[in-house]
T-cell receptor, first 111, second 119 residues
Framework: QKEVEQDPGPLSVPEGAIVSLNCTYS??????FMWYRQYSRKGPELLMY????GNKEDGRFTAQVDKSSKYISLFIRDSQPSDSATYLC???????????FGSGTKLNVKP | GAVVSQHPSRVICKSGTSVKIECRSL??????MFWYRQFPKQSLMLMAT?????????EQGVEKDKFLINHASLTLSTLTVTSAHPEDSSFYIC???????????????FGPGTRLTVT
């Protein structure tokens, strides 16, 4: 079983839709949860991070963590074509030196 | 913002040759750098963690004699793929962590990646 599971998609939505991206994990030691966006042939860039459970909002993006269910989500409101990319979740226990990545969900927002 | 560069962006080499990939943190000192490889439609797989001035720590299953990592300064780490074979063809990405005391000390800033093709 992989440490982090993520639906690879692709997920295709019309412009303006609300997008929900999700990851599940098996290691209860994970405390830090990150979402990265990766454009084709580029390195990932950090979108949001959260510590432990709860919600965090930044503009059109909301990250949710449910540690009891070992489930994290990223919501994108009013999605734009420029949001089209692969979204990777990543997690880390207190040992910051190792991140565990999901396989990424490819999102396509159609104009 | 923190910028990490990688060079080259893509390289094609013949089987049996060695290839060196450079990773530089341009506007901050990186005490720790990480090397990942990514296969198409797959996750980033951590290969090794390197701290400046010390030997790299390799993940299980990664051959340290094949993937040589040198972190000689706080702004430069290199990955050398020795005696490359077609199965080493992949997208190699480095990341760098800023020192403690920054708002998110465990954040990793990623380079743009290097596409290696071994023929």
């Amino acid at each position: 079983q992989k440490e982090v599971e993520q639906d690879p998609g692709p997920l295709s939505v019309p412009e303006g839709a609300i997008v929900s991206l999700n990851c599940t994990y098996s290691n209860s030691a994970f405390q830090y949860f990150m979402w990265y966006r990766q454009y084709s042939r580029k390195g990932p860039e950090l979108l949001m991070y959260t510590y432990s459970s709860g919600n965090k909002e930044d503009g059109r993006f909301t990250a949710q963590v449910d540690k009891s269910s070992k489930y994290i989500s990223l919501f994108i409101r009013d999605s734009q074509p420029s949001d089209s990319a692969t979204y990777l979740c990543a997690m880390s226990p207190d040992n910051f030196n190792k991140f565990y990545f999901g396989s990424g969900t490819k999102l396509n927002v159609k104009p | 913002g923190a910028v990490v560069s990688q060079h080259p962006s893509r390289v094609i080499c013949k089987s049996g040759t060695s290839v060196k990939i450079e990773c530089r943190s341009l506007d901050f000192q990186a005490t720790t750098m990480f090397w990942y490889r990514q296969f198409p439609k797959q996750s980033l797989m951590l290969m090794a963690t390197s701290n400046e001035g010390s030997k790299a720590t390799y993940e299980q299953g990664v051959e340290k004699d094949k993937f040589l990592i040198n972190h000689a300064s706080l702004t430069l780490s290199t990955l050398t793929v020795t005696s490359a074979h077609p199965e080493d063809s992949s997208f190699y990405i480095c990341s760098a962590s800023p020192p403690t005391g920054t708002p998110f000390p465990y954040e990793q800033y990623f380079g743009p990646g290097t596409r290696l093709t071994v023929t």
